[in-house]
């Protein structure tokens, strides 16, 4: 299954949703799609589309997920590298009218540098991006808290 997340921005994000649907229809995409939508009108035959999920749900697909196609929202991403998923990021974009500025463009930039994810910016396709996954292997992610466990940890055997 591929988990498609595009956050609960009120700008809507088609730019997205209209290559995962063009995909499918050439039959490079075979797996199932879900995609949470949010504020985004788009209607499909080929995608199960839901408005919001309830976040336990939310955790579950994350999990059952084998691919991640998500905007560059930092809990989307940062749930999808915490279940170690291949994960596509693709940011919203002030001049598509899909934010207000290119914040997502920065943290893609960031993810991507650090080995984390792909990415589809500039003239990268989604085919191209998911091409990439075949020999992508994702950096581990490890939060903040991660590293504060293991300072404190030190720590205490350290005394």
Known sequence: MILVVLGTHELPF?????????????GYIKDNVIVQNGNTK????????????????????????ELVISHAGTGSVTTALKYHKKTIVVPRLKK???????????????????GHVIS?????????????L??????????????MLRTIKNYIDSV
């Open 42 to 65: 788009f209607e499909s035959e080929h995608m199960t589309i839901r408005r919001f999920i309830p976040s336990e749900e939310m955790e579950k697909l994350f999990q059952e997920a």
């Open 134 to 147: 075949v020999l992508f292997q994702p950096t581990p992610f490890q939060t903040g808290n991660d590293q």
């Open 120 to 132: 589809m910016t500039g003239e990268k396709t989604l085919k191209q991006a998911m091409e990439e």
């Open 14 to 26: 088609q730019r997205l949703l209209h290559e995962v649907e063009a995909l499918i229809k050439e």
């Open 96 to 114: 598509h009218g899909e934010h207000n500025d290119d914040h997502q463009l920065q943290l893609t930039e960031s993810f991507t540098s650090k």
